[in-house]
C-alpha cells in the first residue's frame, strides 16, 4: 500500500534553515506529482509547494515563494522541501501528499503521511 514518511523538521529560530524529506513506497513514484502541505492550529490544511513526476516543474504558494525549494530524486523515491529564511508564520506540521495530475493542476489523493512538526521561534 502506499506509504509516505515525513521526517527533518524540528525547532529552528527565525531565519534559519530545515530540510524536510517524504520517503515514499507502494507506488510509481515518477508517475505522479507530489506536494508539501502545511496545518497550523486552527487553520486549514495549505499548499507550500508542488513537483511534477519528472521534477522539473514546480508551483509554490506566494507565501513561501523565494525561500523554499521543493525537488525530488525519484532514484531514491523521495521528496525534498528545503526551507531557507524561515519565519514564525512557517510553523505548522508539514505533510506530503501525492497527487494526480501536474504541479499546477495538481489534484490531491488522499495519501499523506504522518507529518512533521516546524517550529519557528522569532
Known amino acids: 500500500q502506499v506509504q509516505l514518511v515525513e521526517s527533518g523538521g524540528g525547532l529552528a529560530q527565525a531565519g534559519e534553515s530545515l530540510r524536510l524529506s517524504c520517503a515514499a513506497s507502494g507506488f510509481a513514484f515518477s508517475s505522479y506529482p507530489m506536494g508539501w502541505f502545511r496545518q497550523a492550529p486552527g487553520k486549514e490544511r495549505e499548499t507550500v509547494a508542488r513537483i511534477n513526476g519528472g521534477g522539473g516543474s514546480t508551483y509554490y504558494a506566494d507565501s513561501v515563494k523565494g525561500r523554499f525549494t521543493i525537488s525530488r530524486d525519484n532514484a531514491k523515491n523521495t521528496v525534498y522541501l528545503q526551507m531557507n529564511s524561515l519565519k514564525p508564520q512557517d510553523t505548522a506540521v508539514y505533510y506530503c501528499?501525492?497527487?494526480?495530475?501536474?504541479?499546477?493542476?495538481?489534484?490531491?489523493?488522499?495519501?499523506w503521511g504522518q507529518g512533521t512538526q516546524v517550529t519557528v521561534n522569532s
Open positions: 501528499n501525492r497527487g494526480l495530475g501536474s504541479a499546477y493542476v495538481y489534484t490531491r489523493l488522499n495519501d
